[in-house]
């Protein structure tokens, strides 16, 4: 543990992800600039059962509506021209909401679970579908494939997500060996890599500036299984 990165270790508090520190306590380093990891909150046998489904779903891809009624979909950036960030990766975007929708009504519970968490720390009221100030939290999924994957330095608005929240679905030494996630804090740059193995949720405030470095650029582009994989949530 240092000023800029606290790490703990996840347990349930019944349905819900809990911390060996309070809610409060935990939001208040988090809005200090402190990056958290929670060791284990998710079940990693659960994470890979959803890549594997995430890999077999064929959607049309294309740039997501995330409106509502929009069905789940994907997006592949591959250093697309035009973009004032570079990137590569692949994005998926799920309608928890939309009962016609059967990837997103399948995915529903483990975003609700992190949602419910979000919540928790926040105090936010937003669910899946808008509010009365027309926003929800939207779900994703982001691979940043072996060979090359990443996302450069980029932020956000701190509101109204306040909190980002970053589930790794990867496994260390398995699936990837470089390409972590870092932030540029008021304690200086936090590398995240080592730490975020698959399972654990990366917290961080919304508004730092942060990237995913490149994924095992020395090997050849996958697009079917290596890399990183995280799932994700923002409210807009």
Request: contains cysteine.
């Amino acid at each position: 543990m240092s000023a800029g990165l606290t790490i703990l270790r996840a347990r349930r508090e019944g349905a819900e992800i809990a911390a060996d520190m309070s809610p409060q306590d935990l939001a208040a380093a988090v809005a200090s600039g402190s990056i958290a990891i929670l060791k284990g909150a998710f079940d990693p046998a659960e994470l890979l059962r959803i890549r594997a489904e995430v890999l077999a779903w064929d959607p049309v891809p294309g740039e997501p509506d995330t409106s509502p009624g929009a069905p789940s979909a994907r997006y592949r950036g591959d250093e697309p021209p035009g973009t004032h960030i570079r990137h590569v990766f692949e994005s998926y975007y799920f309608a928890v909401d939309n009962p016609g929708d059967a990837m997103g009504s399948a995915l529903r519970a483990p975003f609700a679970l992190l949602a419910s968490f979000w919540r928790r720390l926040t105090g936010g009221v937003h669910d899946f579908s808008p509010g009365p100030d027309g926003k929800s939290i939207r779900p994703w999924i982001h691979h940043y494939p072996s060979g090359g994957g990443h996302f450069d330095w980029h932020e956000h608005p701190l509101e109204p997500t306040k909190i980002g929240m970053i589930v790794s679905m990867s496994r260390i030494g398995v699936d990837l060996d470089t390409g972590g996630t870092e932030f540029k804090t008021p304690f200086g740059i936090v590398d995240t890599m080592s730490h975020h193995d698959i399972g654990d949720v990366c917290l961080f405030r919304y508004d730092l500036s942060h990237r995913v470095t490149k994924v095992d650029p020395d090997r050849e582009r996958d697009w079917d299984g290596r890399g990183r994989w995280t799932m994700l949530l923002l409210v807009r």
